[in-house]
């Protein structure tokens, strides 16, 4: 959560939280209640469990610790859409939420107008530790649109019908980039890690620290599908040498053979999106791999994945803090690579998987209370991503994010940009 | 399905056939769409998919086969909506039936009438032979209409709300019966099976044939929950001794200690139906068992199960082949036991677990093609349960059918009547 | 247990103790401790196990129960080597037998010779019913004895050396065998089950009562390996019109595609025994089948299995209740089929599945006390075999016989003859 | 494997080789055939797989690939010993490692002569990569020593009659450790990593690379047995808030209660150990705890697990690299705690978990061939531990060491030292 982040006007709260909240709306407004009602696996939750899950979030540590007299909703939804909070108290088991056929849709949509009317009521009110956790609920809503999205492709993704949410890309002659160009980065003593001074950071962001940097170079532009395809048919899903030895045991355990989602005809490789069944863009990057494809691939092309130090010091000097990220309802899909002597596309397009796993920077300590399990319980097992996807919404990037995922995890817009030592 | 069997009259078909495709409907009239696509355990089916399945089995076997220039609603169905006809070609996985939350429950209902305008317009034209696949489709539909209710059981006693789709008992007083007397069966050479002049029978419940019978009796009603709360209370569920090792260790492994959907509280036991959580009635007959549990209360009750050749013998001095069923969208329930000297409740209220395994009758041999997948395949590891339940759709019971489940199976309205040796 | 059984001659138990616990030992000569150490899987059993267990039998049900004084020869043992008789207590996981790396082989020997010693000495002394405990006790040693052959020939078929623990068959020519003939059976009313006089009978084997039965005939002799792979051949194990429901799911989820222990080369199949890996003889009965393929290959032979009462009623006839059996430590294999008009190779060569479940004969009831727990409480999920193998030891084989297996296994010397209604 | 390293004396390694090789042959002298063979988990190894595996290692990259007409003891153990190396080829599946009843132990005895003879006679004529490839072998054979002890304890501790290996302790008042001191690190930049000028280290260890430290202390010695009592008695095993995600997880899955071989009685806490089961010494450090008990512990004590870079960067200070470590065939046992102001323990006793993921140090590559699977392919998932066990053949410890292990593995003698931020 925010550790110093101070408000500027009173009124961009209220409209921000407007805008946030509007946006779950669009981007559910086309799902049927039994679209928001399966769980597709146990990684993934149901569109109604996120729509209630991120309201309860703001009632529970809003609401109910902040504005007086405040009557939840309905009691039993603290047990029904708290999501990881140990500290509070008992929960529906995160494998079953897929059995909730009720509530229904519009008695969850009646359950965020109830909880919008009281908070967007009590706003002026509040003083700033309860306004820096509206912040830290919007900025957690935000992260659940991203989940929703892939969650929701997920579920599609197992229908043989395979519908499409939204409309299809227009056919557009495709212009592959051109060769990849390596920018080399800072070496030596570097800063990273979120300073305090932004506007808002998730508490493992920080503190600011102190790296160290050998002289290395990273990719213009992240690996595209085009590449990809290259990798498959030099047998790079066959060879066990190019692997983790983990990585190397979930390739064989689960027959990978191409990234989620694909799929191989005579036409060539296909994708699914929340677009439907399209051809795969041999220009746009790479989507859909785990971290053990990432590294098997930066193996197979004689370089290694960044680490979460090399890309955050590199993204420090990219200008725009943005790129192809999602503004509203329609199909994230990454966009082409650009060609150029610096780096593109670090916002937006595609998760870009490190090297680095996801462990406290130096001096972090977790909130007390029950947001501090917000980040740091995750601590294990898993790898830092950097960048943000087309899934990820508008202004929620910046450099010092840290998103994490398991190794084998790839339901995400997750790609890699290659490194090297020099 | 029917080996041999004669229409008597044209009209009853085609009432016949509007009587049941109604009754599916007044089923799931209540359900949400959501209600109808969760799947809740890889044995129970979505009600959406029973609705559709039924609906292909008479549009496949029916319509494809027997009316020239029917054009089907989707051909995606077939792949759909399949259950396990091999012949038939692939199909969707058993276990990702609840995946498909398209088509919606609008569309599969004007599937359902498509079929209906299609199939009650060729009535009158259709042969024999496929007025014959009529009647299956909807002795078919039958059983699916008592799945869909257990399924839909089992899938809200999985929502924390425990939500109830039909209004609940009005409190009465308990009327505890009288004890239990046991009726004299039938001793030396007995004939079971159907005899080919039915009305209709499946395939498996012929042919006819000659069966003996030791001295034996069995009790005039089956055992209630009253009885049961005596097991459990004298540690039933604790005690090896009772139980078939298989079944000692589903107990254990499953820590199971009561009937499936039974709750201790202060205030006793209740039970989740589909009229919401509600007291265990003590008279009632006990339901919801495993063969297992069965054949552990005969144990310890010392007592046995009777054998299918028992039971359909004795069934065929009962006089009216109907009891406690299904006779439109209410909640079924067992009604309390009865006193008396004869034998009650053999039809209806709760299906029977015998303690005879589903294996084919002398001389069966399964019909050729599709439909003679129907139940010969399934004569392996199963137990046969006889009469039918409060949820058995009314008409669809007889003495020879037979019903099967592996012995650890539940959901369905399952109980025992004992027998002994005399 | 025997039910009605007398014994004519001291001196004959005496001998036939000595008998069966020396050819328990010369079957294990050949072992090293860590061949009679390991566990294969769960169904299987040490070998070093099986020598203590049934040891442990003798020490508690006789030694322990009926001769004052006796002093165990490890009171740990009895947590160690009881397999699952709940009576006695708790007991070692089934599943961690093979962790028992001490007690060593030696070790188990030396209690196996104090067992001998004080039941030897014992044995002039015992009343009747410790005497029919001795052999009950003899007889468990003898099913052990073929567990314990079959157990080490799975383990050794793990060893990539595929080591021999016997010699191997000279080479000679082979002679298929003719056409199969068919000998027609019993109809109507017979009598099965054991009815008491004969010398020794297990509890499940009774009591003796009438079944009726269908006109039909059986095959003059088993399947052969050369007709299995014509099965083979014909895509028997790709076809799922012949399997049951069940089998089918197990040959698809366990790739089965040939019997146990057959491996396919260019010089055609081989299969793996205690004689290490073999051509596979064609004129041999076929064997190490599950229930599942015996089933799938007589439908598509057009046939099907024979029900326990056929089998045993068609036994009563043979002349010989003995076979190709087990008569000291050399390597059990099936010998080639013979031609004749009469019923041949019934007992020895391989156990035949029969089509009927392993359920009570009607007025069975099992015997008190631990040893009550030797049969009934396995009758469920369970198929019966008759006859006997070329494993089971001279003089185990009855036609009473109820041996039982679940559906999938096939680790036993297996096989099945065909059945036809007439 | 060394990537900078050079011989002083010929002599030199021809003793270490005979001393490394005799320590394998004392360890293994009181194992019987049996214990030597069976495998008690996926993660453990048999004793004769561990004595086979470090001899194909030899023969292959020595013998095999550096002596001129050497004939390998038997061409099908390149089969049954590679442990992972893909570019050997095809290897026995892990899991299956146990079921080797041949070769026996005497067989691999001889296999391990044969190597020997061949290797010391040829080893005068090697020349430098072959003879790091010696060197490189032997510290292959001390881990597995280590493993080999710790792999036996884990199956004797399956055993119900817990055997003992070596003679157990005498008994002697236990003193307490006084109260637990800081010591300041370093801060700023420091330099870790092996930096190419010691007598040997894995590929892993290097390069040498500067590393940033914030101000911090470390705890002068190991958590200690009495003080983990403590955390157990506080409820710690149940507290959620403690635990990273992933382990309470594991804690309610696995049902953890304590450290692994612990047992509570009357009379207080027993562990298992190679000396059979002992009370608890509350003076010693913990060991046989996971990384989610050691990251528990901490949060518990309002502390943190150090970085590698932290603990390398002190022990750098630590004069003897060296501390009760393995020297012979005797019970591996950690010893109580020392008192003092200064860095205690920091090597021998148990393995300290870091809070560091292991992965590559900065500028890693691994060596090209099948010895580049050594170490670079297991960098993910785990994390590193430092310093070595009372289980670590003496010689084999020193400061660069990165032990790995995943975080729920607990077989090893592990335990913790804290960290704080100052």
């Known amino acids: 959560m925010a550790k110093s982040w101070t408000e500027a006007h009173q009124d961009d709260l209220e409209e921000r939280y407007r805008a946030v909240r509007a946006l779950t709306e669009a981007l559910t407004a086309p799902l049927s209640d039994a679209d928001a009602t399966v769980q597709s696996m146990p990684d993934a939750s149901p569109a109604k469990w996120h729509l209630a899950h991120v309201t309860w979030f703001l009632e529970t540590f809003v609401l109910r610790d902040h504005v007086a007299g405040y009557r939840p909703f309905d009691p039993r939804y603290a047990f029904l859409f708290n999501s990881y909070y140990e500290a509070e108290g008992a929960r529906h088991a995160r494998q079953m939420r897929g059995m909730l056929t009720r509530p229904s849709l519009t008695e969850i949509r009646a359950y965020r107008a109830h909880v919008d009317a009281a908070l967007t009521g009590a706003l002026g009110m509040l003083q700033q530790p309860a306004r820096a956790l509206v912040t830290l609920g919007l900025q957690h809503e935000q992260q659940h649109q991203e989940l929703l999205l892939t969650d929701l492709l997920h579920l599609l ?24 160009h390596w920018i080399e980065g800072r070496e030596g003593l570097v800063e990273i890690g979120e300073d305090g001074r932004g506007s808002f950071a998730f508490d493992c962001e920080g503190p600011r620290h102190k790296a160290v940097l050998r002289p290395h170079a990273l990719a213009h532009r992240p690996v595209t599908n085009g590449e990809w395809i290259a990798f498959i048919e030099d047998g790079g899903y066959r060879t066990a040498a190019h692997w983790l030895s983990d990585g190397w045991g979930w390739v064989q355990g689960e027959g990978i053979e191409a990234p989620l989602y694909w799929k191989q005809s005579e036409q060539g490789w296909t994708r699914f999106g929340l ?19 990432a590294d098997a691939y930066a193996s197979w092309a004689e370089a290694r994945l960044p680490t979460e130090a090399e890309w955050e010091s590199a993204a420090q000097n990219v200008a725009a803090v943005s790129g192809n990220q999602l503004d509203g309802p329609a199909c994230p899909r990454p966009k082409p690579a650009e060609d150029g002597s610096a780096l593109t596309q670090m916002f937006g397009d595609v998760w870009e998987w490190t090297g680095s796993a996801y462990r406290p920077h130096p001096g972090f300590r977790a909130a007390p209370g029950a947001v501090g399990e917000y980040n740091g319980k995750f601590m294990s097992g898993q790898f830092v991503l950097k960048g943000g996807s087309c899934a990820t919404p508008r202004g929620h990037a910046r450099g010092s994010y840290r998103n994490f995922f398991y190794p084998h995890q790839r339901w995400q817009f997750t790609g890699l940009r290659l490194a090297k030592d020099l």
């Open 157 to 180: 993704s197992l229908n043989p019908l395979e519908p499409a949410l939204f409309g299809a890309p227009s056919a557009a002659p495709v212009d592959l980039p051109g060769p990849l």
């Open 275 to 293: 677009d439907g069944r399209q051809p795969v863009n041999p220009a746009a990057p790479v989507t859909h791999i785990s971290l053990y494809e």
